[in-house]
């Protein structure tokens, strides 16, 4: 008892040093990864994703593209002096991502579906995650989650020597933590980035209000044109990005200096 007790105390210890603030939102973060490590950690996934995919492009008229783009926004963003880096996955995919340390990816069909304009506001949708560190937290709050399931788990064996009791509290306890805690941070995180993005791409002289018509435009280029429900998914519903987006407009346009 007095082990458990323990290990529960330095448990939380761990939890609370690993709150930082940011510095560009002001909102609390649970990180464990230091700050230091993103850019080892952004360069080790991107070369794999290298090693493992045929289709990453690296030069070529839509990499120039992209790159342009990206340092006109990474130009006025609040981190320019991190060693960013622009590629391009040549796959039919709507999609974009960015990794720790400035790693950011545009799909091809995004490039050739979207104005620049548009394309502004996807990297800056990117360069934001990267700079409010997304990545680091996103995957601290991971670990933290796998570790509560595994005490309960044994915590539950403990309890019981009934397996399927034990397994089902196990099952309980990540479904859970999947439902009220990952998705829906997962989801502010993107509505946050959307914001500083849509701040940056101004900043960087595009029309801020094409952050709207990406989003409209992207509605109408999903496959089937539907869409997951905003509570089951890891992303927020294209309706509510758009929301969100054309209540805070006059701020952007403040920015905005063509």
């Known amino acids: 008892m007095i082990a458990r007790i323990t290990s529960i105390l330095i448990f939380a210890m761990f939890v ?10 002001g909102r609390s973060q649970f990180i464990t990864i230091p700050a ?30 992209v790159r342009r783009i990206g340092q006109r926004i990474v130009k ?7 060693n960013w880096e622009f590629i391009v996955i040549d796959e039919p995919v709507l999609n974009a991502w960015a990794l720790p340390g400035g790693k950011v990816a545009v799909y091809s069909k995004m490039i050739e579906n979207l104005t620049e304009a548009e394309l502004a506001a996807v990297l800056g949708h990117e360069c934001a995650h990267a700079i409010l560190r997304h990545g ?33 509290a196990v099952a309980l306890g990540s ?40 989003w409209k435009k992207m509605s109408g280029l999903k496959e089937g044109g539907g869409s997951q429900p905003t509570f089951l998914s890891t992303h927020p519903s294209d309706g509510k990005r758009i929301e969100r987006l054309e209540s805070r407009m006059t701020e952007y346009l403040g920015y905005y200096k063509p």
């Open 136 to 168: 680091a937290e996103q995957v601290s709050r991971s670990q933290v989650q796998q570790l509560a399931v595994v005490g309960l788990g044994a915590a539950a064996g403990l309890a019981t020597e009934d397996e399927k009791t034990a397994s089902l």
């Open 175 to 214: 479904l859970a933590a999947q439902g009220f805690v990952a998705l829906p941070h997962s989801r502010d995180m993107e509505l946050e980035a959307d914001h500083v993005g849509t701040i940056y791409m101004a900043k960087a002289g595009y029309d801020p209000r094409n952050a709207v018509a990406l």
């Open 76 to 82: 006025v963003s609040d981190n320019p002096s991190l």
């Open 16 to 25: 609370t040093g690993c709150v930082t603030t940011n510095e560009v939102t």
């Open 36 to 65: 230091s490590q993103d850019e080892a950690l952004g360069l080790q996934a991107l070369n794999e994703v290298k090693d493992s995919n045929d289709h990453v492009q690296t030069s070529g008229a839509m990499v120039e593209k």
